[in-house]
């Protein structure tokens, strides 16, 4: 181990900077991962980086002892154990890279311990509340549009991003199916029902024609474009979503994300198997696609409560 002076230090934390920049295009170029999941390392590495610089470490050899102090202050400034999780998954990658690379000789995340809690179970839409959401959208080309992409998640269970990054040629109206490309671009092939398919027929009909007239070439291969003609981003759909949570007078705390858990929980509450779920989800593990099946239990739970003669007696 070097002499842990401020020279050594400044040396050390301009080489781990170049480090993680390496590690970062490693992700990027190798792994494949997707602009928004690079930001979020990045900014959890930053803030990693601040830390050490602060409290004078060396980033290549910081201890165990160390490494956990940086966690608990975390847990102290009121983060949440998934964010600190996050912070920690994306430490162990880091190492793990250094290590597999020979930059350091010790990976120090080895011996560290998940963040124990119970984890959240995703929260999730009531029926009426999907249809009050989707039917306040107006006969407008924007409205036709909003209703042609809440009807594509709650059919599909897509992420917002994937959404965003969808071209008309992805869908297939005749055999009612869409191509959505999800983390590290896998690309996976999910159906959709009659209403989201007259939902996007509408759209593509008479809403997108008449929001593309305003764009100066005419030509996008995005299938949800703004009213200037250009590709919606994640967050502008987002907004989109909020703003007709606003119209449908819904309790508006309620994300894009919940109507891909509410599509997962009526398809296990439904029969579904777990298998089909996770490859409809794109989950890589089913360990992640397992915390439905709580919720679908849940659901089945308050049916009875709510319907069998004796539900509602505590014997």
């Known amino acids: ?22 590690f970062l ?22 803030a990693y980086k601040r830390w050490v610089t602060r409290e004078g470490i060396c980033p290549l050899e910081i201890t165990h002892r160390q490494l956990r102090h940086y966690l608990l202050e975390l847990t102290q400034a009121g983060y949440t154990v998934t964010t600190i999780d996050r912070h920690l998954s994306a430490l162990r990658t880091l190492y793990r890279w250094l290590s597999t690379t020979d930059k350091i ?10 963040p124990k809690a119970q984890r959240r179970l995703p929260r999730v839409m009531k029926d009426s509340d999907v249809d009050k959401l989707i039917d306040s959208c107006e006969d407008t080309p924007e409205g036709l549009r909003d209703r042609a992409f809440l009807e594509l998640l709650y059919a599909t269970g897509a992420r917002i991003s994937e959404t965003s990054g969808l071209d008309v040629e992805d869908l297939d109206m005749n055999q009612m199916q869409v191509k959505l490309f999800g983390k590290g671009s ?30 100066s070439n005419n030509r996008t291969h995005a299938l949800f474009i703004s009213t200037r003609g250009n590709r919606m981003s994640a967050a502008a759909l987002r907004r989109r979503f909020e703003w007709q949570l606003k119209v449908a007078g819904i309790d508006p705390s309620f994300t894009p994300h919940a109507l891909r858990h509410t599509f997962a929980t ?42 069998h003669p004796r539900g509602g007696t505590d014997s």
Do not use: C, W
């Open 1 to 22: 181990m070097s002499e842990n002076t401020l020279e050594t230090r400044t040396a050390q934390q301009e080489v781990f900077s170049k480090y993680i920049e390496e």
């Open 25 to 46: 295009d490693y992700l990027h170029t190798v792994r494949n991962l997707s602009p928004q999941t690079i930001k979020a390392y990045r900014s959890d590495l930053e």
């Open 105 to 114: 000789t010790n990976n120090v995340t080895d011996a560290l311990e998940d």
């Open 186 to 215: 896998k690309e996976r092939i999910v159906p959709f029902y009659r209403q989201a398919q007259v939902a996007l027929e509408n759209y593509l009909e008479q809403g997108r024609p008449a929001l593309l007239v305003k764009k």
């Open 266 to 307: 009526e398809l296990l509450s439904g029969g579904a198997d777990l298998r089909s779920v996770q490859e409809l989800l794109g989950h890589e593990s089913l360990a992640t696609t397992q915390i439905y099946t709580h919720l679908s239990v849940q659901r089945l739970k308050q049916a009875v409560h709510q319907a």
